[in-house]
Nanobody, 123 residues
């Protein structure tokens, strides 16, 4: 699976962004998908994951209630709607895909990774 993330940018605190991750190469609907992020000087961290059907989602405590993950299997795309953004959300965001359940992607990361898209939130 090849993953191409887009939609990052510069936004003021309190604003919104929507990230997209387009997949190609294999049957997208077979994979759990998710987003991770890495801030400068920090380790990559889990943000959110969604099951192949979209029926199960996971969120980190830091984004719960502000971010929403969704997917469109007909378009081979997963989305991350980010609202009420905070300066601490500033990071490079990576989409990831993994065969199996979304809990596996949450706990051990993806089998496939996108190239990352920069999100910068100014105060």
């Amino acid at each position: 699976v090849q993953l191409q993330a887009s939609g990052g940018g510069l936004v003021q605190a309190g604003g919104s962004l929507r990230l997209s991750c387009a997949a190609s190469g294999r049957t997208f609907s077979n994979y759990a998908m998710g987003w991770f992020r890495q801030a400068p000087g920090k380790q990559r961290e889990f943000v959110t994951a969604i099951s192949w059907s979209g029926g199960t989602t996971y969120y980190s405590d830091s984004v719960k209630g502000r971010f929403t993950i969704s997917r469109d299997n007909a378009k081979n795309t997963v989305y991350l709607q980010m609202n009420s953004l905070k300066p601490e959300d500033t990071a490079v965001y990576y989409c990831a895909g993994k065969g199996g359940v979304a809990a596996g992607l949450k706990s051990s990361g993806g089998d496939y990774w996108g190239q990352g898209t920069q999100v910068t939130v100014s105060s």
